[in-house]
Nanobody, 117 residues
Framework: QVQLVESGGGLVQAGGSLRLSCAASGSIFGVNSMGWYHQAPGKQRELVATITNGGRTNYADSVKGRFTISRDNAKNTVYLQMDSLKPEDTAVYYC???????????WGQGTQVTVSS
């Protein structure tokens, strides 16, 4: 089992910045990916960005150039620096951990990000 604890959501004006953090604990082993997905009301959960413990990153086109994902493997923590935020970024952001070989997947409880225009 893997437990994920998120922090850093909140309310910000358009053009502003927020930083999300997610700390993982439990059975952290093997090649894995940590990252963020978001879900707006009435919409499906969508990829924002992921990073493997080897440092490979993947971003949604909508956030490229604005968001930066990073990871501290020693702390089993992933960060999402969100700059130039837009109202359409408003959503609940969920931390995700996935073990690559087995595809075991775990989710955090979600943190609300609201961007006002």
């Amino acid at each position: 089992q893997v437990q994920l604890v998120e922090s850093g959501g909140g309310l910000v004006q358009a053009g502003g910045s927020l930083r999300l953090s997610c700390a993982a604990s439990g059975s952290i082993f093997g090649v894995n990916s940590m990252g963020w997905y978001h879900q707006a009301p009435g919409k499906q959960r969508e990829l924002v960005a992921t990073i493997t413990n080897g440092g490979r990153t993947n971003y949604a086109d909508s956030v490229k150039g604005r968001f930066t994902i990073s990871r501290d493997n020693a702390k089993n923590t992933v960060y999402l620096q969100m700059d130039s935020l837009k109202p359409e970024d408003t959503a609940v952001y969920y931390c995700n951990f996935r073990r690559i070989v087995t595809s075991d997947t775990y989710w955090g409880q979600g943190t609300q990000v609201t961007v006002s225009s």
